[in-house]
């Protein structure tokens, strides 16, 4: 059986992210995990002899990207036979401390491990390639709790490794588990205590995130086999939506679009739209538009789309995994087409200042105006070895990382 999915999730938290600042990125894909940064005045051309690199440091093996805060970068990386939580001095690149997660996980379809970490307050929250949830202090990096995230929960691990990131919540920390008791968990931020469980079946390699629909906080995770709505504290069920791909390879991050759910997944899936009306005092959710199959528009094989104004600008992957990938925009309220760069190639993108941040799959960031007229290129450099990761935005910088470094760039 072929298999091909790649899981880059690489995803992160939410933790009441209306009280982030602007300059901060505690997580993949920023604060509020839609891949856009509320910083201004940044380049708006990358020099011919590239962005001026800040510092550049040794790393690891892995697929976490790097999240930003309080003066402190963080990753997780496979080194000297382990697994490492590692924070680096934001402003020099210096190691400050590090953690060992446990034995060094491999996989078939990539070593290391795949989960963002996630910086909220004082602790630090990372999820390990085989499932083990650990606290840390932000000080020194002290384990303050772990726990066995998919055995406490009769899981199974995912055939990629666990993909997903910690989603902070008020007093919970929530991730995919995977199992039929319980695809998603979440366990008290404060000693690790089990919460709650939801859903069922495969964890897949998404992160559960919170959006605001309809002035409702919820809870929203994309399992290997259905969209799920959840009330934030008691995991209640609110609404599910089947979203089954091939292998469980759900991988992209949902978001909000008009006023509904966008998901989307690679593999030849597709993506929809999901509006969540009402049937008395249920949510009874369906698909405004869908693109599903060999045919279809927005197939995110790991990376989130783009939500800007009425538009979405995300990837398109052809094929089961395939080596074509395009990049294009559409409509969001009607899922129709509006332009498409043929053949552009795998990649990650984040949003800031009114321009793409593209990282390629072959190490080089692309900087892109992209409207609904079109897409300008403002310049492209190679900056590092293959990377799934997209580029973190922090305080006028941009951190960056491979299997063998990490990379912190000048934006302004």
């Given at each position: 059986m072929r298999r091909t999915c790649l899981s880059v999730s690489a995803l992160l938290f939410v933790f009441l992210p209306a009280l982030a600042p602007a300059d901060e990125w505690p997580g993949f894909l920023g604060a509020r995990r839609d891949g856009i940064s509320q910083e201004t005045g940044l380049i708006d051309a990358i020099p011919a002899d590239g962005p001026k690199a800040i510092w550049r440091v040794?790393?690891?093996?892995?697929?976490?990207?790097?999240?930003?805060?309080?003066?402190?970068?963080?990753?997780?990386?496979?080194?000297?036979?382990?697994?490492?939580?590692?924070?680096?001095?934001?402003?020099?690149?210096?190691?400050?401390?590090?953690?060992?997660?446990?034995?060094?996980?491999?996989?078939?379809?990539?070593?290391?491990?795949?989960?963002?970490?996630?910086?909220?307050?004082?602790?630090?929250?990372?999820?390990?390639?085989?499932?083990?949830?650990?606290?840390?202090?932000?000080?020194?990096?002290?384990?303050?709790?772990?726990?066995?995230?998919?055995?406490?929960?009769?899981?199974?691990?995912?055939?990629?490794?666990?993909?997903?990131?910690?989603?902070?919540?008020?007093?919970?920390?929530?991730?995919?588990?995977?199992?039929?008791?319980?695809?998603?968990?979440?366990?008290?931020?404060?000693?690790?205590?089990?919460?709650?469980?939801?859903?069922?079946?495969?964890?897949?390699?998404?992160?559960?995130?919170l959006l605001e629909i309809g002035e409702t906080k919820q809870i929203v995770s994309v399992t290997g086999t259905e969209v799920v709505g959840l009330r934030p504290g008691s995991g209640k069920e609110l609404w599910r939506f089947p979203f089954e791909t091939d292998f469980g390879c759900n991988t992209a991050t949902p978001i909000v679009v008009d006023g509904g759910v966008f998901v989307s997944a690679g593999e030849n899936h597709g993506s929809v739209l999901i509006d969540l009306g009402r049937d008395g005092d249920r949510y009874a959710p369906q698909a405004r538009w869908e693109s599903l199959g060999p045919k279809s528009l927005m197939r995110n094989e790991w990376q989130t789309s783009i939500v800007v104004g009425d538009h979405l600008y995300g990837f398109d992957n052809v094929g089961a995994a395939g080596p074509v990938t395009h990049l294009v925009c559409l409509e969001a309220k009607t899922g129709r087409e509006v332009w498409r760069k043929t053949r552009f190639g795998k990649g990650n993108m984040v949003w800031a200042d009114g321009k793409l941040w593209i990282t390629t799959f072959e190490g080089e960031l692309v900087l892109a105006r992209a409207t609904p007229a079109g897409y300008q290129e403002l310049g492209r450099a190679e900056l590092l070895g293959r990377s799934r990761q997209s580029l973190t935005i922090a305080g006028g910088r941009g951190y960056l990382r491979d299997d063998r470094e990490v990379l912190c760039i000048g934006l302004e």
């Open positions: 040794p790393g690891g093996v892995g697929m976490s990207a790097v999240a930003v805060a309080d003066g402190l970068a963080i990753t997780t990386w496979n080194n000297a036979g382990q697994q490492w939580l590692v924070a680096l001095d934001a402003a020099t690149g210096k190691e400050a401390w590090k953690t060992p997660l446990g034995p060094a996980y491999e996989n078939a379809m990539g070593n290391g491990p795949r989960a963002t970490p996630t910086i909220a307050g004082e602790r630090i929250f990372a999820f390990s390639g085989e499932g083990i949830l650990v606290a840390v202090s932000r000080t020194d990096g002290k384990i303050l709790w772990q726990v066995d995230a998919v055995g406490e929960a009769d899981g199974k691990p995912s055939d990629y490794g666990m993909a997903s990131s910690p989603l902070v919540v008020a007093e919970q920390v929530i991730v995919h588990v995977g199992g039929e008791s319980g695809a998603i968990a979440a366990f008290s931020s404060a000693d690790g205590k089990p919460a709650w469980k939801a859903s069922a079946g495969s964890a897949g390699y998404s992160s559960p995130t």
